[in-house]
């Protein structure tokens, strides 16, 4: 029985193991993480118009396996050319989008009487319309409230990216 009972703790502690699949920034006392295959842009060479958007696929002592969002191309970047990192967050807009959408379009659908012919033809119009104004609403709020561009300087001193 003990046996057993040790070979499900080490199932279990292999299952709740930390994914360790990201880039790591550091700036003195701030850490930042970039997970693989988050969208990012990469300037390097120290100029702006040396720049891919993609995703980060792994990351070794000298390079940065990269691939494109245009074409899908694998890329190798050496870390000491990049100058900057941008991460765009843009699920905030979506997640509040849905949410607007499913409580306008949920509550006119359980508040509206659907007992008759024609008050259930005007719910199946009208539920729909308030899912929609609920997913504009939702969705502008989430603009708003979203941190739409965060860039991290490397070369200026400001930013290092950490290899483990």
């Given amino acids: 029985m003990c046996k057993y009972l040790l070979s499900i703790l080490f199932i279990g502690l292999a299952w709740g193991k930390e994914n360790t699949d990201r880039l790591i920034l550091k700036n003195g006392q701030k850490t930042e993480s970039v997970n693989f295959g988050e969208k990012v842009t990469i300037f390097y060479n120290y100029s702006d118009k040396n720049k891919i958007s993609g995703s980060i696929l792994e990351v070794t002592e000298e390079k940065i396996k990269f691939r494109q969002s245009k074409n899908g ?11 900057r990192i941008d ?5 905030a807009c979506y997640s509040f989008a849905l949410i607007g959408a499913i409580s306008a379009g949920g509550y006119v659908a359980s ?7 024609s008050e259930s033809f005007v719910g199946m119009i009208i539920t729909p319309i308030a899912a929609m104004c609920g997913a ?4 502008i709020i989430g603009v708003l409230s979203d941190n739409l561009n965060n860039s991290y300087l490397i070369k200026k001193g400001e930013w290092e990216i950490i290899v483990e």
Avoid at 73 to 83: F, G, H, M, N
Avoid at 111 to 117: A, F, H, I, L, T
Avoid at 136 to 139: A, D, H, L
Wanted: no cysteine; glycine share 22%.
């Fill in 111 to 117: 508040v509206g009487n659907w007992d008759g012919g």
């Fill in 87 to 91: 991460r765009s967050f843009n699920n």
């Fill in 136 to 139: 504009g609403i939702g969705g």
């Fill in 73 to 83: 191309q694998i890329i190798e970047i050496e870390l000491s050319s990049i100058s």
